[in-house]
C-alpha cells in the first residue's frame, strides 16, 4: 500500500506515541503522572489523556514548587534532562522520604537523555536507589501541513550559547528517523558546524541501528542549516500574520492564547491549524491584507444571517440541520482572529511603521545616525521592551560588520542604567555567538591622536563602504527589487514576508535550487561552511524539499516557503528545533 507524504508524517506523532506508552506499561499498577509545565503543550500534541489512562496513569498533576498531595504510591515524573528540575523533583522525592513514606516508588522519565550530572546529583541527594530512570524523546512533531518541530525551547541556548553540545544527538535521531520513513534522499547539503556534526551522527546511528532499504527516497534533498547562517530574518520584524501572532502573543506547539471578552477573562486558546478554515486563509497573508478579509467575510455571514430570516419552513430546518452549525462555527473563528488581529494592533500599530522603516535602512546600509538615534528613543521613552531594543542593535551590528567603540560603549550604557548592570554579561554573550561586536577601529589609537582621528573619520561622510551582510546579500539576491507594482497582498517574491525589505537566505538557497538556472555546485559555493554528498552522477530536478534548522525556524520563513511552493509547485518539508522569533533569540542570552 502506498502511502502519501503527508500521510508518512503523521505517523511521527505515533511513533512518539509508542514509545511513552511502552515505558508507561513497564511500571505496571495505576501511576500518578507529574509534568514539567513547559512539557505540557508538546505532550497533547501527540498523545492525550485517554491513550495515559490505557497505560495505567489515574492523576495528571503539573509539577510546581508548592507540595502536591499525590494519590497514588507510584509517582512518575515527566521532566527535561536540566539540573535545576531534577533538584526540585529530588526536594519533592526526598520529603517524602523523610516522613517514612518509603512504601512509594518514583520513575522520573527525561527528555532526552539519562546524563551522568544528573546521576550524580541523585547520588548526592542520597536518593538514587530510590528512584527508576528512563530516558524518552519524541519524534518531530508535526504542528501542521509539512511544518514539524523537535520543540526543544532551550535548544539554541544552549547549543550556541553555552556551547552545550549533547543536544545534537537528539536532532540526530530526529534526521535518522525521517530518513527511516522517507528513505535517504539522494542529496544532503549541511551548512555549519552543527549540521556536519549531525550529518556524521546519522551515519553513525545508521551503522548501528541499520538503514532505510528503500532504493528511492520519496524526498530529493534535505538540505541542514544552522541557526548562524542567517540571523536577519530572525531578527527583522515579520510582516505576516502568523509571524506577528507569533511576535505578539507567542505561540505555544501551534497554540495561542488570546484574552477573551467572557465574564472570567480567562485566555481561550486555539490550536492554529490548517483544519481551521479561516486560518488556512489568513496564515501566510501580509499583515495589511488580513483585516479585509476578515471584513469581507463577516459581510458574507452576515448576508447568510439576513438571508436566513426569510427562508420558508422547510428551507429553514434544511439550514438549521446542515447549514447553521458550519456558519457559527466560521463566525467564533472570524472573532477570534479579529480579536487577535487587535491585539497586535494595540501592541505593535503604533511604532510597527518607524520599526518598518528603520530596519529597511540597516539592511540598506544608509541613516546609521538616524537609526542609532531611533534606538535611544526607544530607549528613553521605554516604547518597547528590553528584547526589542536588543533586537535592534544586533541588527544593526550585524548589517554593518560591527559598531564602533564609541557608538556601541554608548549604547551599551544606556541599554545597563535602564535595566540594570546585572546584565552586563549579556554583551559578552552577544560577542561571543557574533550577533553584537565592536568593528575596529580605521586608524589605531595607539598613534598620538588616535582617538580624535577616529572621532573625525566618523563625523566626515566617507564613499560607501559594503559591509559583508550587504555583499552576500547582493550576491544571494536577498533585497528584492520594488516597484511601484510591488503587491504584498498578492506577492510573487519571498520578500514580501518582511514587507519588500529581505528574502531569507535559506528560502533563497531552495529557490535557486529549484530554479536550476546554474550548476548545482556554484550554488553550493555561495553559502559559507556548506558542503554536501550526492549519490547521483548529476544532480536531476529537486522538487521534493525537506529543510531543517538546526537552532529553530521563524513563521516568517515558514511562510516564505508556503509561497515558494505556490510559486514554483515544489513540495517542502519545514523543520526545526524549535520555532524562535526574535524575542526567543534574545531571551536565550539572558
Known amino acids: 500500500m502506498q502511502y502519501s507524504l503527508d500521510q508518512k508524517l503523521s505517523a511521527l506523532g505515533q511513533i512518539s506515541q509508542e514509545k511513552l506508552l511502552t515505558i508507561l506499561k513497564e511500571i505496571h499498577g495505576k501511576k500518578d503522572f ?37 494519590t ?78 523537535l520543540e526543544a525551547q532551550n535548544f539554541y541556548k544552549n547549543v550556541f550559547v553555552e556551547g552545550d553540545q549533547s543536544a545534537l544527538s537528539r536532532v540526530a535521531r530526529s534526521v535518522w528517523t525521517l530518513q527511516m ?59 505576516t500574520y502568523t509571524s506577528l501572532l507569533d511576535e505578539v502573543l507567542g505561540i505555544n506547539s501551534g497554540v495561542i492564547e488570546v484574552k477573551s471578552n467572557n ?49 420558508a419552513i422547510q428551507e429553514m430546518k434544511r439550514y438549521i440541520s446542515q447549514e447553521l ?18 491585539c497586535i494592533i494595540s501592541q505593535m500599530g503604533n511604532r510597527f511603521e518607524g520599526l518598518q522603516n528603520t530596519e529597511k535602512n540597516m539592511l540598506d546600509g544608509r541613516s546609521k545616525r538616524e537609526t542609532i538615534t531611533y534606538i535611544e528613543d526607544c530607549l528613553a521613552m521605554n516604547v518597547c521592551d528590553k528584547y526589542s531594543i536588543l533586537r535592534l542593535l544586533c541588527l544593526l551590528s550585524i548589517t554593518q560588520d560591527g559598531l564602533l567603540q564609541d557608538e556601541l560603549q554608548k549604547l551599551k550604557i544606556q541599554f545597563l542604567h535602564m535595566y540594570g548592570y546585572q546584565h552586563l554579561p549579556l554583551f559578552h554573550r552577544l560577542e561571543k555567538t557574533g550577533l553584537c561586536t565592536e568593528q575596529a577601529n580605521l586608524i589605531t589609537t595607539d598613534v598620538k591622536g588616535g582617538h580624535l582621528a577616529n572621532k573625525v573619520v566618523q563625523a566626515v561622510p566617507l564613499p560607501t563602504r559594503r559591509s559583508t551582510f550587504t555583499a552576500f546579500a547582493q550576491k544571494l539576491k536577498l533585497f528584492p527589487y520594488i516597484t511601484d507594482g510591488y503587491d504584498l497582498k498578492n506577492p510573487k517574491d519571498m520578500g514580501y514576508v518582511f514587507s519588500g525589505s529581505y528574502i531569507p537566505v535559506v528560502c533563497q538557497l531552495i529557490h535557486l535550487l529549484i530554479k536550476k538556472e546554474m550548476p548545482f555546485e556554484d550554488i553550493i559555493k555561495m553559502i559559507p561552511h556548506c558542503t554536501y554528498t550526492c549519490e547521483t552522477p548529476a544532480p536531476q530536478a529537486l522538487r521534493t524539499f525537506i529543510v531543517y534548522f538546526v537552532g529553530g525556524v521563524t513563521y516568517a520563513e515558514i511562510s516564505a516557503f508556503q509561497l515558494l511552493e505556490k510559486l514554483t509547485g515544489a513540495t517542502i518539508i519545514v523543520a526545526g528545533t524549535s520555532i524562535m522569533n526574535g524575542n526567543t533569540l534574545m531571551k536565550a542570552f539572558f
Open 34 to 70: 507529574i509534568i514539567e509545565p513547559s512539557l505540557i503543550k508538546p505532550l497533547e500534541r501527540f498523545i492525550g489523556v485517554t491513550k495515559l489512562r490505557s497505560s495505567g496513569v489515574d492523576k495528571i498533576y503539573k509539577l510546581e514548587k508548592v507540595d502536591t498531595p499525590f
Open 72 to 149: 497514588n504510591t507510584q509517582r512518575v515524573f515527566f521532566i527535561t534532562d536540566d539540573l535545576i528540575t531534577v533538584k526540585q523533583v529530588c526536594d519533592k522525592i526526598s520529603g517524602e522520604i523523610s516522613q517514612n513514606n518509603d512504601g512509594n516508588s518514583y520513575h522520573i522519565i527525561l527528555i532526552s537523555r539519562k546524563l551522568g550530572s544528573i546521576t550524580h546529583l541523585l547520588e548526592e541527594e542520597g536518593i538514587y536507589g530510590y528512584i527508576s530512570l528512563h530516558s524518552f524523546h519524541w519524534e518531530l512533531i508535526q504542528l501542521d501541513t509539512r511544518i514539524l518541530s
Open 181 to 239: 520513513l522517507f528513505g535517504k534522499p539522494p542529496i544532503c547539503i549541511y551548512q555549519g558546524k552543527y549540521s556536519q556534526k549531525i550529518e556524521k551522527m546519522v551515519e553513525i546511528l545508521h551503522e548501528e541501528l541499520g538503514g532505510s532499504d528503500r532504493l528511492e527516497s520519496d524526498v530529493s534533498c534535505l538540505v541542514m542549516v544552522d541557526r548562524d547562517l542567517d540571523y536577519a530574518s530572525t531578527l527583522l520584524t515579520g510582516g
Open 263 to 311: 465574564k472570567d477573562g480567562n485566555p481561550v486558546s486555539s490550536l492554529l491549524t490548517s483544519s481551521d478554515e479561516i486560518y488556512s486563509q489568513i496564515r501566510s497573508r501580509h499583515f495589511s491584507d488580513v483585516f479585509p478579509f476578515l471584513r469581507t467575510k463577516t459581510k458574507e455571514l452576515n448576508a447568510v444571517h439576513q438571508k436566513s430570516q426569510t427562508m
Open 325 to 342: 452549525p458550519s456558519v457559527t462555527n466560521t463566525k467564533k473563528k472570524v472573532a477570534y482572529h479579529i480579536t487577535a488581529c487587535e
